[in-house]
Structure formats: structure tokens, C-alpha cells
């Protein structure tokens, strides 16, 4: 407590100092027992409660507020940054996904996450241009919002981001590499992408933030931070998902559900599912790591109470069928033990609720992806690609921890 009340500024000091005197001063000093004339023992009891009561109270209201001016001074200003870049993204976009890096790089999950996770090799390319610019989004950079916006058949990339850039350098290899132009007094560099017709460009807003952009002018962002055409419906989920350092918002304007039924297997492909999520009008991700696990919330929001009942029964059926066949005999003996049991583990802790917002009606989903899953995962990455499956070894009666039938 010494240490926050040191560090704080001059003017939550003299105000710290004032609660403290007026809880102190004028409320519990008249409770405190008098040690002139005589006074009953009850009396002097009642009085010591009295005192003891108060002294609470006011250690309680000091806590509060030390807490609260902790969060002013260190927590808002990481607040600050997201929303200046959340707020910063174009009108129009379809989805937008937010990372906070520097705290997924603190994060245990995330760590065992890169530790198996395959590391492509450097090209020539990429290598010159980390020795260029001196730049390693791996390291350097810390907080990034990305942008997707629909025109016809195009999908445009607008990117934000806050790190730690040497911006000379960059410009000296951009200008290298591409051309750069002064529009309404900033430096704007173009840069074709390898092996591609589409150009990427940029320019640093701040030493700390830069704004890229692929195939579209960057003069409409010039003039600071856009405004949605509706900016409280994108900020209501914002700031629900403000906690996770990890999240995605998309606005639905396309058949979500029809690009997800093309990419699912035959087996496993639904009409009737995605019909319901192509009736889903905004549909929220977010990650948050706790310990050596990632707690995954997924959310599909409706203005009708029948589609997302109907939603989140088929998604449990979905659930149970799948629980059902990796108990079946025959897949007990094709799929290797460990990775069976971490996708039972998955489907087990899987929760499916509807939530009611009073005009919009949402279906959640909430999962976690474990230890376990990560090293099933890496299993899978290891072997080669249409390698036959391993045979069961014969007599191998192994029970499985969870899930076991």
C-alpha cells in the first residue's frame, strides 16, 4: 500500500489523503472512548465495536480506491491503446480480429503453443528484410487489429498496429523496394508483394503505430481514427470481449454457413446447420488462456428466440453424435488412444447455452484446448501425409481417463 500511495501522482495523493481524513476525522473519532470521567463497561464496549466498525469500513474505502487509481494509472493505458485501434477501423467491414501480443506472449498456453508449433524457414526475402528494417513481428510487435471489408468479389486487408518499429529504416527500405509519396503531410510507401499484383501500403501514424492497407488508397485514413455507420453495435461487442486478449468480430453479410458446409467433410456436412448459421447476424470469438489451457467462447447472435433454440439443439446432438462415435468399437481401434481421449476431453467440457439480450438472442459455446489437445495436435502434424494408419496393438486394453464407455 506504501509503495501505490509513492507512486501514484500528486493529485490522487491529496485526494487518497482526504478520504483518509474525513473516515478517519469525522467519523470515527467520536467513537472512540474517552479516557476522562467514568464510563460503563458496556458503554466503552459499545464504543470500541463502534470504532472497530468504522476503522473497517475506512480500510475498505482505502482499498477501493488505491485499487481503483492501480487501474487508472496501469491498466488504462493498455485499455487506451485497443480502443484507439479498434476504433481506428474503416466503416463497412465485414470482420475485425483483435491480439493483444504482449500478453499472449506471457501466457503459458501460448508458449507451449510456439514451442511444437512448425516454424517455417526464413526465405532469402524475408531474411534481408529483417536485416533491413530490423524488425521482428515476433518479437516487436505488441498489439494488432485487422480488418476485413467485402467489395464484390474483393476482399481488402486493413491492418493497425502498435510495436516497436525502427521507422527510419523501414522507410529507407520501403522506398527501396517501392515508391513513397507526402499526402496531406505524411509519407505514404507502396510496395508490391512477391509474386502478386496486389500492392501493399502504409504509413506510420506515430513511431509506435503504423496503418497498412492492400489495394485501396490510404488518403481516407489519414484524418485519424473512422467511425463505423454503427459504431455502438461494433462497440457493445468490443467491450464485452475487452477481457481476452485474443478476439474476432464478424458482422454477417455473406453465407457464412454455406463456406463452412463446402469445407466440412461429407460425412460430417449439415443443410440444416448452415442454414441456421447463415440466419446468425454477428458471430464472436474470443481466446483466454488460464494456466497451461486456452478457454474458447464462441457466440452467434439472432433477433429470433426460435433459430437460436433450434441452434444450440442441433449443435448438442452434434455434440453427442460425435462423443458417440469416437466410443464406437471400430473407431476405438483405428484412432490412437491419446488422440481419442483428447477429443473426448474436448466434447466433454464443452458447454452449449442460449443467452437472452432481451432484442438480440445468442447461442454460446465455451470449450477449452488443453495439454492434451496439443499434443494430439502435434501428433497429427508429425505424420506424413497419406502415411497408413498405425495398427492397433493387439491386446491392448489401455481405459481411457475421461470419456471411457
Known amino acids: 500500500m506504501f509503495r501505490l500511495l509513492v507512486s501514484m501522482p500528486g493529485n490522487y495523493t491529496g485526494f487518497f489523503r482526504f478520504c483518509l481524513r474525513f473516515l478517519l476525522v469525522q467519523r470515527l473519532l467520536p467513537g472512540i472512548p474517552s479516557t476522562s470521567g467514568s464510563i460503563g463497561t458496556n458503554a466503552r464496549n459499545h464504543m470500541t465495536k463502534r470504532f472497530q466498525l468504522g476503522l473497517a469500513a475506512a480500510i475498505a474505502v482505502v482499498v477501493v480506491i488505491a485499487s481503483f487509481l ?63 528494417t530490423g524488425f521482428d513481428y515476433e518479437r516487436d510487435l505488441d498489439r ?3 480488418a476485413l471489408e467485402k467489395r464484390g468479389t474483393e ?35 507502396s510496395i508490391t508483394a512477391q509474386d502478386s499484383p496486389r ?80 440466419q446468425l447476424q454477428w458471430i464472436t470469438f474470443a481466446g483466454i488462456p488460464e494456466s497451461d489451457r486456452l478457454r474458447v467462447v464462441v457466440e452467434g447472435e439472432c433477433p429470433f428466440d426460435a433459430t437460436s433454440r433450434q441452434l444450440a439443439d442441433l449443435l448438442n446432438g452434434v455434440v453427442l453424435l460425435a462423443q458417440a462415435g469416437l466410443n464406437d468399437p471400430k473407431t476405438r481401434q483405428q484412432l490412437d488412444p491419446a488422440t481419442r481421449e483428447a477429443y473426448l476431453e474436448l466434447l466433454n467440457g464443452a458447454d452449449i447455452s442460449k443467452l437472452d439480450r432481451g432484442d438480440s438472442k445468442a447461442v454460446r459455446v465455451v470449450f477449452e484446448l488443453t495439454p492434451n489437445f496439443l499434443d494430439a495436435a502435434q501428433a497429427a502434424s508429425r505424420a506424413a501425409p497419406g502415411a497408413a494408419p498405425a495398427k492397433p496393438v493387439p491386446g491392448n486394453t489401455q481405459a481411457s481417463k475421461k470419456g471411457h464407455i
Open 155 to 189: 476482399s481488402l486487408f486493413f491492418v493497425i498496429a502498435d510495436g516497436r518499429f525502427d521507422r527510419k529504416k523501414i522507410l529507407v527500405y520501403a522506398s527501396k523496394a517501392g515508391t513513397c509519396s507526402i499526402l496531406k503531410n505524411r509519407q505514404i510507401c
Open 199 to 278: 500492392k501493399i501500403s502504409f504509413t506510420f501514424w506515430n513511431d509506435a503505430r503504423i496503418a497498412l492497407v492492400s489495394d485501396s488508397p490510404l488518403s481516407d485514413l489519414l484524418s485519424g481514427p473512422q467511425k463505423s455507420t454503427d459504431p455502438r453495435e461494433w462497440n457493445a461487442r468490443f467491450e464485452r470481449l475487452a477481457g481476452s486478449p485474443v478476439f474476432g468480430v464478424i458482422r454477417q453479410d455473406a453465407a457464412i454457413g454455406e463456406a463452412l458446409a463446402a469445407q466440412a467433410p461429407g460425412g460430417l456436412r449439415s443443410p440444416e446447420l448452415s442454414g441456421l448459421i447463415d
Open 144 to 146: 494488432v487489429a485487422i
Open 70 to 132: 492501480a487501474y487508472r494509472k496501469w491498466q488504462a493505458p493498455r485499455d487506451s491503446a485497443r480502443s484507439e485501434l479498434l476504433a481506428a477501423i474503416p466503416a463497412d467491414s465485414s470482420a475485425v480480429v483483435f491480439a493483444d501480443l504482449g500478453a499472449l506472449r506471457r501466457a503459458q498456453f501460448f508458449a507451449a503453443l510456439l514451442a511444437w508449433a512448425p516454424k517455417p524457414q526464413a526465405d532469402a526475402e524475408y531474411a534481408q528484410f529483417l536485416r533491413d
